[in-house]
């Protein structure tokens, strides 16, 4: 069983509609990780989180850490919303490493 | 805004050459890291940085070095390409050490070993 799973793993929406991804994990941990990548490669941090909800704009994160467990939400989405979306934990039992996620692929139809 | 600025987005060498990824952050950030991405895999941490001349082994050192001479440049260093080297890599900073800070990374360069 991977440390960090995430659902669904492919996911395609229509514009407009509201998403969720979701992050499982069973390690204990002290902050959470969403990312986002767009094709070509570039990684942008959305959130680092360690409790409750944290908002920018149409996206929205909350972790509950007693149920280790995340969602990341986007409201209205939009196709430029199209990317994998990463979650990450450093686990304070595995040193200094970030275990990732494997990504959930985002495709917002127009 | 955090900049982090890799020296190549594509680069292509062959079996046994000795490659060089740099990685430049303008904000004075602790931390920098190198990672490498496979379909399938995900992300990986090769090495990571926390001071100058200071460095740590990630997930998969094996067949990489680094170097960090200046706090703002972290350099990744293949002394032997080979084909399973063949990867897109990443490189980020972070302002603290440990972590739970946010990371900012690069654009990527994705290296064909030939």
């Known amino acids: 069983k991977n440390e960090v799973e995430q659902s669904p793993q492919n996911l395609t929406a229509q514009e407009g509609e509201f998403i969720t991804i979701n992050c499982s994990y069973s390690v204990g941990i002290s902050a959470l990780h969403w990312l986002q990548q767009h094709p070509g490669g570039g990684i942008v941090s959305l959130f680092m989180l360690s409790s409750g909800k944290k908002k920018h704009g149409r996206l929205i994160a909350t972790i509950n850490i007693q149920e280790k467990h995340s969602s990341l939400h986007i409201t209205a989405s939009h196709p430029r919303d199209s990317a994998v979306y990463i979650c990450?934990?450093?686990?304070?039992?595995?040193?200094?490493?970030?275990?990732f996620g494997a990504g959930t692929i985002l495709r917002v139809k127009s | 805004d955090v900049k982090v600025t890799q020296s190549s987005r594509y680069l292509v060498k062959r079996t046994g050459e000795k490659v060089f990824l740099e990685c430049v952050q303008d904000m004075d950030h602790e931390n920098m890291f190198w990672y490498r991405q496979d379909p399938g895999l995900g992300l990986r941490l090769i090495y990571f940085s926390y001071d100058v001349k200071m460095k740590e082994k990630g997930d998969i050192p094996e067949g990489y070095s680094v170097s960090r001479e200046k706090k703002e440049r972290f350099s990744l260093i293949l002394e032997s390409a080979s084909t399973n080297q063949t990867s897109m890599y990443l490189c980020?900073?972070?302002?603290?050490?440990?972590?739970?800070?946010?990371?900012?990374f690069g654009p990527g360069t994705r290296l064909t070993v030939l």
């Open positions: 980020a900073s972070s302002r603290q050490q440990g972590f739970t800070d946010t990371q900012y």
């Open positions: 990450a934990v450093p686990p304070p039992e595995y040193g200094n490493k970030l275990v």
